[in-house]
């Protein structure tokens, strides 16, 4: 079965530099989500959409901003990063909103530098 | 407010022992969702299983087993005998659903089976 794809796998920037990740729900699934873990902690959330309107935030940097295209994949602009983004992004996404199961994409490991 | 409770940091057994994962969850709303996610040494994060609150029977799903209990704010996850392949971090969530889109998370179990 089709799960969530996420890119880059990996990503290396310096400070004050900026990142795009890219998350694809799986097919036919209407609410993405995004989450930061940070090392040996549990997942954050940061934002969720819904039929591409931003749906709920979370504790998510000003520096961060995010939205889900037409086609429902979304993508995560972090700017002006810190040494504290470096973290594993997890994007999620599930059918029926919120009370959907969010099934997790393998991850986005960004390290600042 | 909302909080999901997992006092055991790390557990150590050895293959083919039982174990159980003990996870305690808060919320006020009488709708809600809970959740275990399994994080194995490749980082991502598998669900394993969803629970609605108006829903209390056990689940056994293969060596899985999963216990609700409203009384006591507990939703607790057994693996009968473990094996290597079961060890990783274990995380059990909530969601407050429709009220709000995230989920909870609790800080993790460590299981660690060994040979």
């Known amino acids: 079965a089709a799960g969530v794809i996420q890119s880059p796998r990996h990503l290396i920037k310096e400070k004050r530099e900026t990142a795009t990740l890219k998350c694809y729900p799986i097919p036919r699934h209407d609410t993405v989500y995004w989450y930061q873990q940070g090392p040996g902690q549990d997942p954050q959330f940061l934002i969720s959409f819904y039929e591409k309107m931003q749906s709920d935030k979370g504790s998510i940097p000003d520096r961060f901003s995010a939205q889900q295209f037409s086609d429902y994949h979304s993508e995560l602009n972090m700017s002006s990063l810190e040494l504290g983004d470096s973290a594993l992004y997890f994007c999620?996404?599930?059918?029926?909103?919120?009370?959907?199961?969010?099934?997790f994409g393998p991850g986005t490991r960004l390290l600042v530098l | 407010a909302q909080k999901v409770t997992q006092a055991q940091t790390e557990i150590s057994v050895v293959e083919k022992e039982d174990v159980t994962l003990d996870c305690v969850y808060e919320?006020?709303?009488?709708?809600?969702?809970l959740f275990w996610y399994k994080q194995p040494p490749s980082g991502e994060l598998v669900f394993l299983i969803r629970r609605n609150s108006f829903d209390e029977q056990n689940e056994i799903s293969g060596r899985y087993s999963w216990n609700f209990q409203k009384s006591t704010s507990s939703f607790n996850f057994t693996i009968t005998a473990s094996q290597v392949v079961d060890s990783a971090v274990y995380f059990c969530?909530?969601?407050?659903?429709?009220?709000?889109?995230?989920?909870?998370f609790g800080t993790g179990t460590r299981l660690q089976v060994f040979p």
């Open positions: 999620a996404s599930s059918s029926g909103g919120t009370s959907g199961t969010q099934y």
């Open positions: 969530a909530l969601s407050e659903a429709p009220n709000t889109d995230k989920l909870i």
């Open positions: 919320t006020r709303d009488t709708t809600y969702y």
